[in-house]
């Protein structure tokens, strides 16, 4: 069993029980934390593959900026325990298993099908240079395109989470 | 060496989790980071396939999977601040009408 295997394992092993536990915790923050875990362990699946840039960016961005907002908002709104309603049953009933059994049938169709190709570490060069030339060059317009989408997002979350004059049925805030 | 096929594996088990959660969750913020949870399926196949394909178009479109979840998150959790403000709750369940 070679070194690579051995942390693809490990790292997938950390990834599945952060998701697993995302779900059965009740505690907002719990459900965070844990996927905070699921993305740094995705992050060193990333290294794993080759593409350090996306590996720093996925820490960085999405384990440190996305979910400190997600963490930020959970105290800000003082989330409590999850309370249990019983229109969830159906969707217990039917999701658990329907997740159970799509996971079994991809991974036997994926695993039985597609051949074992190795993926080759460090084959690809995923440093910032390269990406940033194929970002600049290929992906100009999508690049920009983006940057109007922050603009509007930046917009409207300002817009939205602004506290709103005192409303007209004279209820203060 | 590890096979593409357990990296695939891998990312379709992170995008049922997520599934799962957006189904049984009934807090709203949970429901998002389900939402987070099936982005970042998502992006272990691409980089996946970009290491298979020896093509580095997949992590370009990492990045813009990233940015458009950054934006989600902004604006969804904006959205949220704003039906808690109004209807001083974070179920679902409870939150039924269209308005605020």
Request: aromatic share 10%; hydrophobic share 60%.
């Amino acid at each position: 069993m070679s070194i690579h295997l051995l942390l693809f394992l490990a790292f997938g092993a950390v990834c599945v029980a952060g998701a697993i536990n995302l779900l059965a915790q009740t505690h907002p923050i719990n459900s965070a934390l844990s996927l905070i875990a699921v993305m740094a362990a995705l992050a060193g699946e990333y290294l794993l593959l080759g593409a350090e840039f996306v590996a720093a960016v996925q820490v960085i961005v999405y384990a440190g900026a996305i979910m400190v907002l997600f963490v930020f908002t959970i105290m800000l709104l003082n989330a409590g325990v999850e309370e249990r309603t019983t229109g969830s049953r159906v969707a217990v009933l039917f999701g658990i298993p329907g997740m159970l059994l799509g996971s079994i049938l991809v991974g036997w169709v994926v695993l039985r099908h597609s051949g074992t190709e190795a993926v080759r570490a460090g084959a690809l060069p995923g440093d910032p240079r390269t990406l940033g030339q194929l970002l600049f060059h290929e992906f100009l317009l999508p690049f920009e395109i983006t940057s109007v989408l922050i603009l509007i997002a930046i917009m409207g979350a300002v817009v939205l989470a602004s506290k709103p004059p005192t409303s007209p049925a004279g209820k203060v805030d | 060496m590890v096979p593409l096929s357990y990296y695939l594996v891998l990312s379709g088990f992170l995008f049922a989790c997520g599934v799962a959660g957006f189904l049984i969750k009934r807090n709203i913020i949970t429901i998002f980071m389900s939402i987070e949870l099936m982005l970042n399926g998502v992006n272990l196949s691409f980089v996946a396939f970009a290491a298979h394909w020896h093509s580095l178009a997949g992590q370009v479109f990492v990045f813009f999977v990233m940015v458009v979840a950054a934006a989600e998150t902004a604006v969804g959790l904006a959205i949220i601040i704003a039906v808690y403000r109004t209807r001083e709750t974070l179920n679902v369940d409870q939150v039924n009408l269209l308005k605020l």
